[in-house]
């Protein structure tokens, strides 16, 4: 249930964490908090050694003692697809573009508002939740098999780690081979709901999926179509 999903709150300000994690539990999140990027991934680690629950979503800022935010939204992405949400200072969109290179689902400046926080993380864990949901059944294209329910990519016969996102992009694109997706239209068919993102967003999971593919010489079965936006090759 989302009200009740479990968030991991890392931020080294000890009143901006307390601040963010009693107003999330108020909600009725479960809330886990860490101090320093060191604490973040011992907790981290822990909960998947001794069988824990995982987390249903994390909430972290860049500059933390011990362990970078960067650091950690890759080590999470090498275990797990929990939504990421990146608060933080720093505005420049290079910082943007290459948290969502490593697998951020989404940025946050600060100062922010908490309204809009809560808004952020409910559209993540409804994603999450309605990703998990999604009706079954084995699509192929080409060289791909993908499983929609293990939400799985399986590229000439090598298995492919995409986050959740990627995998929504993919599935979309297989789902409806022959259509031109204009960006806004693709983020929204793997989003499963309106979404307003830059281009830049997208082309930057775009280009992370191609990257993956790459190894297994399947990454031009995505196209882009100049000036509109990406389809399969035919």
């Not at 650091?71 to 933080?88: M, Q």
């Not at 293990?150 to 789902?175: D, M």
């Amino acid at each position: 249930m989302e009200d009740s999903a479990r968030i991991l709150v890392i931020e080294d300000d000890v009143d901006i964490n307390d601040v963010v994690a009693a107003s999330l539990r108020k909600t009725g999140y479960v809330c886990v908090q860490a101090f320093s990027g060191s604490e973040a991934r011992l907790l981290l680690k822990t909960a998947a050694a001794e069988g824990e629950a995982p987390f249903d979503l994390v909430i972290t800022d860049l500059m933390l003692p011990g362990a970078s935010g960067e650091e950690l939204v890759r080590a999470i992405r090498a275990n797990s697809d929990a939504p990421v949400i990146v608060v933080s200072a720093r505005s420049d969109a290079a910082d943007k573009v290459a948290l969502l290179k490593l697998g951020a689902d989404d940025y946050l400046t600060k100062p922010f508002d908490l309204d809009e926080l809560h808004a952020r993380v409910a559209v993540q864990l409804r994603h999450a939740a309605r990703g998990a949901g999604r009706a079954a059944g084995v699509l192929r294209f080409k060289d791909w098999t993908l499983d929609p329910e293990a939400r799985t990519l399986t590229a000439a016969g090598e298995p492919v780690r995409l986050t959740r996102l990627e995998y929504g992009i993919v599935e979309a694109l297989v789902r409806r081979p022959k259509k031109v997706f204009t960006k806004r239209k693709l983020f929204e068919a793997a989003w499963q709901e309106e979404c307003f993102v830059e281009d830049k967003a997208v082309n930057v999971h775009v280009s992370n999926i191609r990257g993956k593919l790459r190894a297994s010489g399947t990454d031009a079965y995505i196209e882009t179509v100049w000036g509109i936006g990406f389809k399969l090759a035919e």
